[in-house]
């Protein structure tokens, strides 16, 4: 019969990974059925978590998201955590094939003294505080120092950054209430973004640079020392790094324009970027809970380009701060000790997104490639999964005429153990919820940080 031709597939995470592996997969297949499954009772992941509240235009790929949510072959399952309540093991029992698409959910850490002091926080968990993610909603962090000091310099530590200095009216989009009061009496004045490396290794793009630049009362703080002299080097680098690089320039070592100096001496608030400072040490406050500041090792570059290593040079300088954000990286996580992973490089193991030894297993996005890039490139390289199951189905790799159960199995597993699925109806109702008391507030949405709360409201 049809129903034992049509392949039964399940994604788990429903991020931009899980939504652009389904699409793909209900786009080209025109029998497949698609379940994503997600652990937290909302969708989109890192597009709702992540992505800053001062770029609403990114999370417009909600709506395609939504598009295909709605497709009557695909059906979304939040409140479901795998490898917790359902095994993927489970999984590979109800469907033809499974796709891994669950991201990155922990952080790298420093791994020196002083990182648990208590002014020091992951970028992850502040973003996830200012996004109202349910695990950071009660993070409190402490901005009543004048100077933070965030250990990085990617998009993330700019996203951070930005936040902290930004005027309020920019932020007030979905970020949650609490946080954009907590941000209105910050103390927070001034940003120092650290990198080991140098301008030419710096890891966030051009466009978050100029945002940054261009940010209302604020001016940068760069030092021309770290860029005399680059303009030589970079006539042979690629082509995005060199103008991200000549931004730079321009801003250390050109004289502003008119309205832009004018700007720069009113600003009350600056950021700047220190290079080649490795962090040894967070020091602590008198009271020992407290970070007073951090402690730094000098570094010089060996080797050149995206390679280049810091090394030491002995010198070691202190900055003072009691803020201190850790923003070097997220890190995927193992899912169950059955799946294959590769804990060096936090990713799992696979080629064009089919699992290394475990055939009908599949991955993409963050935990197949690591935790970088964009949305587009996370789309990319899910399509590129699909595209890996769609050719497993039409080489029969995939046997279909093992019929399987799909959701039906997966539903009794969950009903034994107590778990009650959101649907995307529900979330549709927990999302109409939200828009309602943003509009009390002013703001497109208010998002509801408290699980239980959400599940409450679709009477769970
Ligand atoms: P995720 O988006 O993290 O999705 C993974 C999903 O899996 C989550 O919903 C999670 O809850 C779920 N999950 C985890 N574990 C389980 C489990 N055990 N069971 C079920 N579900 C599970 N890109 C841009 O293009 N523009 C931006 O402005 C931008 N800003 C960003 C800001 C930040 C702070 C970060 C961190 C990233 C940003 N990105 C941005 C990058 C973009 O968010 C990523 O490329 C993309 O989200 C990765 O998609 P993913 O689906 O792999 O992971």
Same mark, same amino acid.
Request: hydrophobic letters at 25%; glycine letters at 0%.
């Given at each position: 019969s049809t129903a034992a031709l049509a392949p039964q597939i399940c994604v788990v995470g429903s991020g931009p990974a899980g939504f652009y592996t389904a699409q793909h997969l209900l786009k080209h297949h025109r029998l497949a059925r698609v379940d994503i499954y997600e652990k937290l009772p909302v969708p989109f992941g890192l597009v709702r978590f992540g992505v800053a509240p001062d770029h609403p235009e990114v999370k417009n790929v909600i709506n395609t998201f939504t598009q295909t949510a709605h497709s009557d072959r695909c059906a979304y399952y939040g409140n479901v955590t795998i490898g917790k309540d359902v095994m993927v093991k489970e999984l590979q029992r109800a469907y033809h094939a499974v796709v891994l698409s669950y991201g990155a959910e922990d952080n790298q850490i420093l791994g020196i003294p002083g990182e648990n002091l208590s002014t020091v926080y992951s970028a992850r968990a502040f973003v996830g505080w200012y996004n109202g993610l349910p695990e950071n909603?009660? /993070?409190?962090?402490? @901005?009543?120092?004048?100077t933070a000091v965030v250990l990085g310099q990617g998009n993330v530590a700019l996203d951070v950054a930005r936040v902290l200095l930004s005027p309020l009216d920019i932020l007030r989009t979905d970020i949650t209430e609490g946080s954009l009061a907590a941000i209105a009496c910050s103390k927070v004045k001034r940003v120092w973004l650290v990198g080991r490396r140098g301008p030419l290794q710096v890891a966030f793009t051009i466009k978050e640079l100029r945002e940054m630049i261009n940010l209302p009362g604020t001016r940068p703080l760069l030092d021309p020392a770290d860029f005399t002299g680059l303009g030589d080097v970079i006539k042979d680098v690629p082509r995005p790094r060199k103008r991200l690089t000549e931004l730079m320039i321009k801003s250390a070592l050109e004289k502003p324009g008119e309205k832009e100096a004018a700007r720069w001496a009113s600003a009350t608030k600056e950021w700047g970027l220190k290079f080649q400072r490795s962090p040894l040490e967070v020091l602590p406050a008198a009271d020992g809970k407290q970070a007073r500041g951090i402690r730094m090792a000098v570094t010089r570059l060996e080797g050149s380009g995206e390679s280049a290593r810091a090394v030491p040079t002995g010198e070691v300088e202190e900055l003072e701060c009691r803020l201190i954000l850790s923003s070097i990286g997220y890190r995927s996580l193992p899912l169950d000790s059955s799946i294959p992973f590769d804990p060096k490089l936090g990713i799992i193991p696979n080629s064009l997104g089919r699992v290394q030894g475990a055939p009908g297993l599949y991955c993409s996005g963050w935990v197949k490639r690591g935790p970088t890039g964009v949305i587009i490139t996370t789309m990319n390289d899910s399509f590129d999964t699909a595209q890996s199951v769609l050719e497993d189905l039409q080489m029969g790799v @995939?046997? /279909?005429?093992?019929s399987k159960e799909g959701f039906k199995s997966v539903r009794s597993i969950l009903h034994s153990r107590g778990v009650h699925p959101v649907t995307f109806s529900d979330w549709e109702k927990i999302d109409a919820a939200e828009v309602a008391r943003g509009k009390l507030a002013g703001k497109p949405r208010e998002k509801i940080v408290d699980p239980q709360e959400m599940l409450q409201l679709i009477s769970h």
């Open positions: 909603r009660d /993070l409190k962090p402490d @901005l009543s120092s004048e @995939l046997n /279909l005429s093992n």
